[in-house]
Structures are given as C-alpha cells and as structure tokens.
C-alpha cells in the first residue's frame, strides 16, 4: 500500500451511495443501507469521484432524507405495501488532490473543476482518511503566513488555520447573535496577531470590552488629562456643517458662510505664518491646519451684532455728529448657530473637541497619528469610544478613518517597498454602518462612505478593515459585498441569517441553516482565507474581554461580585467621567 494514498481508504464499507443529481449548488446522493443512513450526520466530510483516480471532490453533508412511498408510486404490484427512498444532500467545498509517493504531499484547494458523475460512489471519510484530507488543508494553509483560531469540530487534532494574508488584504466579517462568543473571538485574533513583531491593528471599542487588554495600548477619546483630543479644525467642513448648522433654518445660508469664511481665513493666516513651504492658495476648509474654535464662537458674536459705517454722519438729532450705521451681512442672523456651539462648548462631554490647550499647532495631527497609528511601542491600539457622545460617535470614528486613510494615501514608498499595513477593527459596526440612511446626518453618511472607499480600495493602501457586529441584518450591503471572509457563530433570527447567506456564494447556502445549531464558542468559518468551510470550534483569548453575559438569576440570589452604588454614579454623571 503506497503511502498517503487515499484511495486505498475508499472501500464499499465506507461508501453510502450513489449519485442521483448534480447541480452547481449541492449533489443528492441516494442511500439504499438504511443502516449507513442511520450513521449519517450533519457536517460528515464525504469524498465524491472527480475526473480521475488521483483527484477526488471533497463535500459537507448538510441534509439526510428518508421519504415513504406508496408501492402505486413506485409501480409494485402487491397493494397497500411501502418501502423507503433514502437520500442525503452534499454541499461541495473543495478538491483533494493524491499526490502519494516518497517525498510528496496531497493537497487541497477549494476550487471545484469537475463535477461527480451519476451513479458514480460516494465514501463517508472516515477517521484515516479525514486525517489526510486535513493535514492537506492544515499543510496548504501552513504554507503561507498563518491564524491559527482553533480546531475543526470534525477532528479536534486538526488545527483550524486561516490564511493572515487574505483574511485582512481582502476584508472580514465576524457576526453572531449577543452572548455566542463574538468579543473572544476577536479577543483571540488580538492576541495572535501581537505575537508578530510589526502587527498594527486598531479597535474600536464602543463599550470599554477590550480596555483592560494588558497588551495594548489604552486610547480614551475625552477630556482627561491621558485622554486623546479631536480638536475641530480634524473635522472637515461637512461635518462642522452637520453639526452645528441646521439646514432647515431659513439663515443656514448665512450660518454656513459666515463658517467657511472664518475657518478659511484662518487656515490661510497659519499657513503663511507657519508652514512656508506650502502655498496658501492650495488651502481649503477642509485642509487639516489648526483654527480655534474658541475664537471662531468670538468671531460669529462680533458678527451677530455687527453694525458698518456708511461714510455719512448725522447732522441733526441726538446722534448729530456720529457716524452712521447699517447692519452688516450676518447682524441677528447667527443666533441660533452661536447658541447651538456655546451649548456644546460649555459641555464637558464634547471637551475632547474644544479643550484646545494642547491642540493649536500643526504638529498635533503628527503626533495624533503616531498615537493610533504608530507601533513602535504597542501592536494592538484600543480606542475606548464609551464616553463620546451618540450623536458624535459615528462623526469621530468616520474622522479618526479618514485620517489614517488620507495618511496611508499620501505615503509616499520608495521603489521596492510598500504602505506599512493595518487593519480597523469596527466593533458594533451595525451602528455606523447601518444600511438604512435615511436617518443619517449628512456628516454620517460622510463616514459611511470612508468606510466604503476603504472596503473597495483599501488594500491599495495597506488598510484592512474587520467588521464585528450582533445584527448583519442591519449593515450596509455595500461595504459588507467587499468582505469576502466571514466567521459566523450562533445566529437565530431569520433576518440576520438571511444577510449571512447574502454574503456565501451559492454553493455555501446551504450551511447557513447550521448556524441556529451552533454552540457559544462555536463558529463557520467560509471565506478566502479559510481552505475548508467547516464548523470550528474556537481557542479561547488568554486575557478574556469585559464582554461576559451578566447571570442575573444568580446574581439575584447570591449578590455577588456585584455594584450598585447610585451615590457614585450620580456624580460620574454630572462629571460626565467614571475617573
């Protein structure tokens, strides 16, 4: 018997059947043993015959029949009699190539070139043969720069190894419904891919679950003296315009103007007196040089109450003598726009965008950068996105996107190297990349498309982006057509599993009813980067996640471990910290 020879596992004892249909989505095989039926599970890995003795298709079993026919339908003579057809359904995911001998190694790859015949055999893969079909994916994943997440249900000694390159280069998706293990997931990842020397990813943390990660770098973005600033002049002109500016007011015009005029005027005046090297006449609103804000409310309240010479004076009256006035272009018009950015300005929530003591030089944006960019000192960079505002948190992820996508844009390498790559991290995506925009602001819908150029060009530029969300359903098919990995754990509702299926190719649609089975922890894995689309069970993060599903019965009945300390609360409330 040659080594590594898979046909030699391939005997009627372990054959279920003959094909019965074939179509580019699954194979129907019919099983006349009631005996091997009975044996039949969802998810079996079964070896179907391809083109020739070394080439066999590789399938999951994802459906097992057994029908009652009346003998009239099955033209019997003896009436009143029964017997039983019995099928099982196959999706194809891959083909096993035998290339057994000294010194040679089978292989598997997911493309399908040929399809099975009908009435040719179909093998259940047993323990030996299920062993080879693995190590050849494990081998071919292994081959290049591997993310090892965990183990196939199938056979627990096979490591469930993804391809790095692909899963990032080429976008992912990690779904599943709340409590099915999304947060160790990528708590998992996060850990792997510190191992590498030159990792960078940055998170988006919208609840604090990953702020206690020892490994990486902790960004709050608020008004605290270690908290990271968004000064205004970071926002481009549509996102000051959204909001501050209501466009349904009759003086929006005036609002708007009277904006631009200042923060360009002011853009301009600091280039000239600081940036010699850059023409001022290449400055835009939207230009990242610092402006103040504080001067800019200044400005808009001179304006509001602006009165202009005409030229004349009185020569009668009380005023005989005076100058005359006349209002100027924005008297009483500004009101409600001043109000509206002293209201934000005295809030010390919004203090992380107009606490400007450390914020009015040009060389802020560099350091903020090297911050959420850098990776010199930490791989995995967590922003903590709890303590901004919700009418804000769309507009500061949608900036903090923009400007690592315009700073990797304007890279410029040198001959023979490339952007230094990273990879987004978008917790809670569902909620700036919601599908339905006929809510958003427009300054949101800007960040959504930031989103969008990065899932259609971002690899490029060396950007990755992983998605993490509870509600499929709910994200912004645009963006979610361009990730072509996804890992799906436990989901339920029939919405969300139809978005899931949106995103599989035909031939994968079927494994889409799995995911209801799935147990916490528990996971399909279909993408790119993924050789074998097959139930994993998923490695648990060494340092675990503040995402744990509080035990309210038990917690009711022992009290432990628990805080409830409403004196606290109420004053982090008016101090609008939890420090």
Not at 69 to 91: K, P, R, T, W, Y
Not at 122 to 138: D, P
Not at 361 to 370: E, G, M, R, S
Request: contains cysteine; aromatic residues 8%; charged residues 25%.
């Amino acid at each position: 018997m040659a080594d590594n020879n898979i046909n030699e596992y391939l005997t009627d004892a372990s054959c279920i059947g003959v094909v019965e249909n074939v179509d580019t989505r699954k194979v129907v095989v019919g099983v006349e043993n009631e005996a091997v039926l009975n044996t039949l599970k969802i998810n079996d890995i079964v070896i179907l015959s391809g083109s020739n003795s070394d080439e066999k298709l590789i399938g999951i079993l994802t459906k097992v029949t057994k029908k009652k026919l009346d003998f009239d339908e099955a033209e019997q003579e003896e009436e009143g009699a029964f017997h039983s057809s019995n099928c099982c359904v196959i999706n194809l995911v891959g083909s096993f190539y035998n290339k057994y001998g000294a010194g040679k190694e089978n292989k598997f790859k997911r493309a399908i070139n040929t399809y099975p015949e009908i009435n040719s055999k179909v093998y259940q893969a047993h323990e030996t043969a299920m062993q080879m079909i693995m190590n050849a994916v494990s081998s071919k994943a292994a081959d290049s720069k591997s993310l090892e997440i965990g183990h196939f249900a199938s056979n627990k000694d096979v490591a469930a190894i993804l391809d790095g390159n692909r899963f990032f280069q080429r976008h992912a998706c990690i779904v599943g419904s709340t409590g099915s293990g999304k947060s160790y997931t990528v708590a998992g990842i996060l850990e792997k891919a510190d191992q590498l020397s030159h990792a960078n990813m940055i998170v988006f943390d919208l609840h604090g679950e990953y702020n206690e990660l020892s490994y990486a770098d902790q960004i709050k973005i608020c008004d605290e003296p270690d908290g990271l600033h968004i000064p205004l002049w970071f926002f481009n002109y549509e996102e000051i315009h959204s909001l501050f500016v209501e466009s349904s007011e009759g003086a929006s015009t005036n609002q708007r103007a009277a904006i631009i005029n200042y923060i360009l005027h002011k853009k301009k005046n600091y280039i000239k007196d600081n940036m010699k090297s850059v023409s001022e006449e290449i400055v835009t609103a939207d230009t990242p040089v610092p402006f103040s804000a504080r001067k800019l409310i200044e400005y808009l309240e001179d304006q509001n109450i602006l009165e202009i010479g005409t030229g004349e004076i009185y020569k009668s009256g009380d005023n005989k003598g005076q100058a005359k006035t006349k209002r100027g272009q924005y008297y009483d018009k500004l009101t409600n726009l001043i109000t509206r950015l002293r209201t934000k300005m005295d809030d010390k929530k919004y203090g992380f965008v107009f606490n400007e003591d450390n914020t009015t030089k040009a060389d802020y944006l560099n350091q903020f950068a090297a911050r959420i960019m850098g990776n010199d000192n930490y791989r995995i960079k967590v922003i903590d996105l709890s303590e901004v505002p919700s009418d804000m948190l769309a507009i500061v992820i949608g900036i903090v996107t923009r400007l690592v996508y315009d700073i990797q844009f304007w890279m410029s390498p040198a001959k023979d190297e490339v952007r230094h790559p990273l990879v987004l991290v978008c917790d809670e995506a569902h909620i700036y990349m919601a599908n339905d925009m006929s809510k958003m602001k427009a300054a949101e819908k800007k960040s959504l498309e930031i989103f969008g150029k990065i899932a259609k060009e971002g690899r490029k530029y060396g950007i990755g982006l992983l998605i993490i969300s509870q509600r499929p359903a709910e994200l912004n098919t645009t963006i979610m057509s361009q990730c072509n990995n996804i890992v799906s754990l436990k989901v339920t509702n029939d919405r969300d599993k139809s978005a899931v299926a949106a995103m599989l190719t035909d031939s994968l649609v079927g494994i889409v009813e799995m995911l209801p089975n799935l147990d916490v922890g528990e996971c399909i894995v279909v993408g790119d980067a993924i050789m074998l689309p097959s139930k994993i069970i998923l490695d648990k993060p060494k340092e675990k996640p503040k995402s744990a599903t509080i035990d309210f019965w038990d917690r009711w009945c022992d009290g432990k471990q628990t805080v409830f300390d409403i004196d606290g609360a109420t004053l982090n409330l008016i101090k609008q910290s939890r420090g």
